[in-house]
């Protein structure tokens, strides 16, 4: 048995895969576009159980149906080598989160996920599983406790610091925010994700025009990087931009950056959610932007699922809102009220206080029926964290709940 970066006893003699394990887990922790090479790897090495949970992992990720389906494949396979005896602790458990997701077990799923962090607190890539999934969940302080417990053996991980100053401000903790990310890139000025928690700090501290030079100046690090992080960071620019009224500026990295540009993925959930958090945000500044709301709506509409996660189904939500499909609209009220009478614990605890009430509040926004908008964000206004996004992300509900409150009186 050899062990991977992480300290990890891995059930395998080959060093080559190690090498490949370790390389696939930094592109994960780096926000790198190459990240979906696991399904090469998993192929090549079909009898090498992490591969296969990896490759279920980042299928899930790509956040459609198809994904999902191929999730489900990967994990049987992990299953059958698991069955022959091919299994670490750590392996058992990671399969066992896994399943409990795509079984919409999520709550069960996050427990299994504990137990990897709790048990190696080397861990980073993990770590970061577990940032991503508290930080869905609106969970801030469980993001805060984890990149602590994770930060005492990786004081000088750039990793590790990156997760630390994103929690640190979502806690509300700017000054200590900036200064681990400063930290971090001082040791590797290329990570996107402390870029992420500088945009941030510059929002809170209100300086656009800084949030503006100092991402511009680090934007050439994020070519490298998959469309996510690429078109999120892009996506902070522009708000700076909006925040100093300069529309045109703002509507340009849309064009470049956030829908038209070779760096982003049209049909990716949440590529297409930054797409339309930002129009949204141009309308409301009174910008011309049918030209490009059509070119968004027309590549949404034709998801096959517009509900595997609440905070992008709201922006799916005043899309179809805002369409002229009445077949859509209907089908996407039944499937929220499927979710509003679910018995499944998450849909309880998520959907029926935060996300089924926004999607209704951001469908009677589009289509104008401010009465009902403002009456289901208010109806929701004390659990709008619990569907994840960010501080400044969720600030377009807020934006639109004052909208709708103006135009009802």
């Not at 890539?125 to 994770?150: E, H, P, R, T, W």
Request: aromatic share 14%; with cysteine.
């Amino acid at each position: 048995m050899l062990k991977d970066q992480f300290n990890n006893k891995i059930n395998i003699n080959d060093s080559k895969i190690i090498d490949s394990l370790n390389k696939f887990e930094s592109n994960f922790l780096g926000y790198k576009k190459n990240t979906q090479e696991i399904f090469k790897l998993s192929k090549n090495y079909e009898n090498f159980l992490p591969f296969q949970l990896h490759s279920a992992l980042i299928s899930i990720f790509i956040d459609n149906l198809e994904g999902f389906n191929s999730a489900k494949k990967y994990i049987i396979k992990a299953k059958k080598l698991i069955d022959k005896k091919q299994a670490t602790d750590r392996d058992i458990n990671y399969y066992n989160f896994l399943n409990n997701l795509l079984q919409k077990k999520f709550f069960q799923a996050l427990t299994y996920l504990d137990i990897l962090i709790n048990n190696n607190h080397d861990d980073l890539f993990f770590a970061k599983i577990g940032q991503i999934f508290y930080f869905s969940i609106g969970d801030n302080k469980k993001m805060i406790n984890l990149a602590n417990l994770v930060i005492k053996n990786n004081k000088k991980n750039p990793y590790a610091l990156s997760m630390l100053s994103f929690a640190l401000e979502e806690y509300n903790q700017i000054d200590k925010a900036k200064e681990v990310a400063l930290k971090g890139l001082s040791i590797n000025q290329s990570d996107p994700w402390s870029h992420h928690t500088l945009a941030h700090i510059f929002e809170v501290e209100n300086k656009p025009e800084r949030g503006i030079d100092t991402l511009k100046s680090l934007s050439h690090y994020w070519n490298d990087c998959n469309s996510f992080i690429y078109t999120h960071n892009w996506w902070h620019i522009a708000l700076f931009y909006l925040k100093i009224n300069d529309l045109n500026s703002a509507l340009k990295i849309f064009n470049k950056h956030l829908w038209d540009s070779p760096n982003s993925d049209k049909s990716y959930s949440q590529d297409q959610a930054g797409a339309v958090s930002l129009l949204i945000r141009l309308k409301l500044k009174n910008k011309n932007i049918e030209r490009h709301w059509k070119k968004v709506s027309s590549e949404i509409i034709k998801r096959k699922n517009f509900f595997s996660d609440p905070f992008i189904a709201t922006h799916y939500a005043y899309v179809i809102g805002s369409v002229d499909n009445l077949k859509l609209k209907t089908k996407f009220q039944e499937n929220i009220e499927l979710l509003e009478n679910s018995k499944n614990e998450y849909d309880k605890k998520i959907w029926k206080k935060a996300g089924v009430p926004l999607c209704k509040a951001m469908i009677n926004h589009a289509e104008k029926n401010y009465k009902n908008s403002y009456r289901y964000f208010n109806e929701s206004i004390n659990h709008w964290s619990l569907i994840g996004g960010s501080h400044t992300q969720r600030d377009l509900f807020k934006i639109l709940f004052d909208e709708s409150k103006k135009k009802n009186n």
